[in-house]
Structures are given as C-alpha cells and as structure tokens.
C-alpha cells in the first residue's frame, strides 16, 4: 500500500471539546481525510462520550466524510438516525447487533455506508457472512472505551487475515485499524493490510501541533 492511498482520521475522543471546531478545522488544514466520531454509551463499554448533538456540530465544522463508530448496545434502535444527523460512514458492532445484516441494510437505505467492526478477541469469521454487504471494516487493536491506550501487537495478524477475507470476497472494501496507531508502528499496520487509519492521541497530543502530528504519521509511511 503506498502511502498517498492511506486514509488517515482524527478520532476528536481525543481533542480538546472546549475547540472542538478549531481542533477540527487544524486536522482539516493539516491534510487528513475524514472525521473519526467515537459514540459510547457506559454499557457496551465503560465509558460515556458524545451523541447526536455533538455529530451534528461536527457535521456542520467540516466538508470532510465523518466516520460515527457505535460503541452502544442496540445500534439498530440509533443507527439510521446517526446517518441522518450527518454521518458518512456508520459502524456498529457485531457482538451486540442481533439483526447485523438488517441493520447493515439499513445504514445503506439512509444514505450512509454500512460498517462493521468487532473487539479484539471476537472471531473474524463472525463477520464473514456480511462482508459483500459492507464498504468498511474496522478492526479494533484496543479494547474500546477509553483513547490513549497501547496497540495490542496480535491485531496486526488479525489485521493481515482480515486483509486475506476482504481480497476473497469483497476487494473494494475499506480495512480500518482504530486504537494505539502511532507514527511509530503505523508502518507495520499498513503493511500488515489496513488502508484506512484512526489516530486520537498521536494527532491531538499535547506534545505537537496537529499539523506536525498528520505530518509525522504521513512521514513514517513514506
């Protein structure tokens, strides 16, 4: 994978909320190409952050796509309404969606792309009978709930096995790596399959600019 067709976003669980538009227009400027948006509701993961409200202020900051990833129990009950609310592309999680295939279907029917995603110790053949149905698949390498944490090495041979499953049967979807990506291991999960790449902390960081930050992970894939 060469590095100008390597999709990197800012997850904004990770900026500063009380900027929240400027941290948004500072990525934008820098040159990233979507919007990450992490939805959790303190039941499907301990933790609580954003809904509705703050997807449609984020909507409404940036013409990049904005990509809503559903850490909630019941997706089906709000997943077509986040795609109304401006949502891009909406991920729902498979160890808590019954209906994954309906509710998949209706992501698409509401106008935004269908994805899917699964926690690091869940079988990748649970989503094996939905990917001709969806345009994204994201792999977590962290446990969700909280940004910060440290990449869990063993994704990336999941993320190489996934790469495999996508060639076979869907070859146009996206493969997306969310938790731990930093400038220096971004190399090794692009290589190992992934085109499409989440970063919260290595982007919003205390230490650099964002700019610098975009810079420094767009630099380690060169």
Not at 81 to 86: C, D, I, K, L
Not at 89 to 98: S, W
Not at 165 to 187: F, H, Q, S, W, Y
């Amino acid at each position: 994978m060469t590095e100008s067709k390597v999709r990197i976003g800012p997850s904004i669980l990770s900026a500063d909320f009380l900027r929240l538009g400027e941290q948004i227009a500072e990525a934008e400027a820098a040159g990233v190409d979507f919007v990450h948006v992490d939805v959790m509701d303190g039941r499907f993961v301990p933790n609580i952050s954003i809904g509705l409200p703050v997807l449609e202020a984020v909507r409404r900051a940036t013409k990049l796509p904005v990509d809503v990833h559903l850490m909630i129990v019941e997706p089906e009950r709000y997943a077509e309404r986040f795609a109304a609310a401006g949502a891009d592309f909406v991920t729902v999680h498979v160890e808590v969606c019954g209906h994954l295939h309906r509710t998949l279907q209706g992501i698409a029917a509401a106008g935004a792309v269908p994805s899917v995603t699964l926690n690091p110790a869940t079988p990748l053949t649970t989503i094996e009978e939905v990917l001709p149905l969806v345009r994204q698949v994201l792999v977590m390498s962290v446990n969700p709930g909280f940004g910060g944490q440290t990449f869990i090495p063993s994704a990336l041979d999941r993320i190489a096995r996934l790469r495999e499953m996508i060639d076979a049967r869907n070859p146009t979807c996206l493969l997306e790596v969310d938790g731990g990506v930093k400038a220096g291991n971004i190399r090794r999960v692009v290589d190992a399959g992934a085109d499409t790449i989440v970063a919260g902390s290595a982007i919003y960081s205390p230490d650099a600019s964002v700019k610098r930050s975009v810079a420094a992970l767009r630099g380690a894939l060169s």
